[in-house]
């Protein structure tokens, strides 16, 4: 209990835990549909974007919060925008996320030679959830709230329009305008995450949870929340392990428990279904 | 000033290229270049017409784990990257169909988790070692510093081995690839080809990776066949074309390289794609001059 106290009194871990457990919830929530949409392949190029974003902000001077933000969204609505017609082409996808990234991999070049900053690509890829300022704490955990009330109030048409869209646009749900509203929302949720786990990692954030509430259940809104418990339980582990053993990145942490999770749920899940054939 | 001293790019070519022969870690990086492009334009082919990219590029980035942990346990990075990427093809091989049943979104979730799994060992790999952030940005994005020529025959020799099978297996492949179900009605393994396959294409991806890094694979894997498969519709001209593709993007990204201070992968990834978007736009270009010609007749 004792040593509960004092990782609650150290200031960066509180913010570490009250920013993480906001941003696990909203990638949680978001993941939920991320996964039921099949759009996992646009959270991972997400993820490169928020990396070359980072940086490019930190190349040209700029805060590093605007180009992380900036990027994700003005993609997320380009995605929603092209992608439209049918599911794009995971070539198109692949070749252009790579060419980002080697265009983050130049920015990064381009930061690390003008001054001496040398880690700090290696913290966009992987997260510095312990580094967090008290305002980057507040203004994480304010946008990632932000995130899920309002992916809250767009559950229930988003879930008829993820499940039968053409239903779904029969019954005057604004299916597209729905549609790109959710992934401006996964944009945010990336940037949000990146600054905790890493924009190498939020994909593991976004799937994880997500995938092993889906196995767990097939109610959708029971699975929703189920999803946003597994990934704040996931952070939070992963944050006490860390602390304990500081060797251990917190990123590897958090992806650990929820890789972990998920591998029980299928262990779990695989069982029921044998016993039931 | 014969290119007996760095002089920088100029618009002597002769003397240009003089310059990038002098120093053996440069004709080393040029000729690990040449044996990666050309074992993945050959893999790489077959990867985009079988839809399997995402399958890529999961494996080419479980090799960055994979060598972070050889370099941890104190092997050869090669070694690492080998191993991490063709176990990854015959998990990836074994895991999908014998979980199946479920939807493809189940799927997708899977690889996800996967990859960043994958990616948080390798971080955990490195700061255990700590302290070797350099090597850590060589192995995500590339570098063409340090090949030594045992790495280039390691290279040849899993290159060479990797196109043989994939010649013996080319017909049947492409068979299985084009129309799985009519192939496995006229009895070819289809299921043991897509094994075998994904093991090619792991060895593919840990080249691959030694060259651009971990997360720009997919420069020298997917651009040069998407941008073939972009030109023309014929199975064996665009064959070579993605070999004749991936071989210049790789000479002219490490030229570039050599004579600026920016990464390869950089270099790599930006030719790859100009190349891509020039086909894209010349394809669409001639789309719209043959619909008037379509639409006459109708």
Not at chain 2, 7 to 21: E, F, H, K, P, Y
Request: aromatic share 10%; net charge positive.
């Amino acid at each position: 209990m004792s040593s509960l106290a004092g990782l609650l009194g150290q200031p960066f871990l509180r913010y570490a835990f009250i920013a993480g457990a906001v941003i696990a919830a909203a990638s949680g929530l978001t993941g939920y549909f991320v996964v039921l949409r099949s759009q996992v392949f646009t959270g991972d190029a997400l993820s490169h974007v928020a990396f070359t974003g980072a940086l490019a902000a930190l190349a040209a001077g700029a805060n590093l919060l605007i180009g992380l933000y900036g990027a994700c969204i003005v993609v997320a609505l380009a995605m929603a925008a092209l992608g439209y017609r049918g599911q794009a082409d995971d070539t198109v996808i692949g070749s252009v996320f790579a060419w980002i990234l080697g265009l983050g991999a130049l920015f990064l070049s381009i930061y690390t030679t003008s001054t001496s900053n040398g880690t700090s690509g290696v913290n966009v890829l992987f997260g510095t959830i312990f580094g967090l300022s008290a305002t980057q704490a507040v203004t994480d955990s304010v946008v990632a709230a932000c995130v899920c009330a309002a992916l809250i109030l767009i559950a229930r048409p988003l879930l008829f329009a993820t499940i039968d869209e053409s239903v779904a646009s029969a019954r005057r749900v604004p299916v597209r305008a729905i549609g790109t509203v959710f992934l401006g929302l996964v944009g945010v949720t990336a940037a949000a995450a990146t600054q905790a786990v890493g924009a190498l990692l939020l994909l593991g954030l976004l799937a994880a949870p997500a995938g092993a509430a889906q196995r767990l259940t097939a109610r959708p809104f029971r699975g929703l929340w189920l999803s946003a418990a597994i990934a704040i339980f996931s952070v939070w582990t992963g944050l006490v392990i860390s602390y304990a053993a500081p060797k251990i990145p917190p990123s590897f942490g958090i992806l650990a428990v929820a890789t972990g999770v998920y591998l029980i749920a299928i262990a779990f899940t695989a069982n029921t279904n044998g016993r039931r054939a | 000033m014969t290119g007996s001293t760095v002089t920088g790019l100029s618009w002597n070519v002769v003397a240009d290229l003089r310059q990038l022969m002098q120093f053996p870690f440069m004709v080393n990086a040029l000729r690990a270049g040449t044996i990666v492009a050309v074992a993945a334009g050959a893999l790489g082919w077959f990867m985009v017409l079988r839809r399997q990219s995402f399958a890529g590029h999961t494996l080419a980035i479980v090799s960055f784990p994979g060598a972070a942990g050889a370099i941890l346990a104190g092997l050869s990075a090669i070694t690492g990257y080998f191993a991490a990427s063709v176990g990854a093809g015959l998990v990836i091989a074994a895991v999908p169909r014998s979980i199946g049943g479920r939807a493809r979104s189940s799927e997708s979730a899977i690889i996800g988790t996967v990859q960043a799994f994958a990616l948080a060992c390798g971080a955990l790999f490195v700061s255990l070692y700590g302290g070797f952030l350099n090597g850590l940005t060589g192995l995500l994005f590339g570098s063409f510093l340090g090949i030594s020529a045992s790495q280039v025959l390691a290279l040849l020799i899993v290159a060479a081995a990797a196109l043989a099978v994939l010649a013996l297996i080319a017909r049947p492949l492409f068979f299985a690839t084009v129309d799985p179900d009519v192939a496995a009605a006229r009895g070819v393994p289809v299921r043991l080809l897509g094994a075998v396959f994904l093991v090619l294409l792991g060895c593919a991806a840990a080249e691959v990776s030694q060259i651009t890094g971990a997360l720009l694979v997919f420069a020298l894997l997917v651009m040069p066949a998407a941008t073939a498969q972009q030109i023309t519709a014929r199975p064996v001209v665009s064959f070579a074309l993605t070999i004749g593709l991936g071989l210049v993007t790789v000479w002219l990204g490490l030229t570039a390289a050599y004579f600026s201070v920016y990464p390869v992968g950089f270099f790599i990834t930006t030719f790859g794609f100009a190349g891509y978007v020039l086909a894209g736009a010349w394809r669409a270009f001639l789309w719209t001059r043959r619909r008037p010609a379509a639409a006459a007749p109708a």
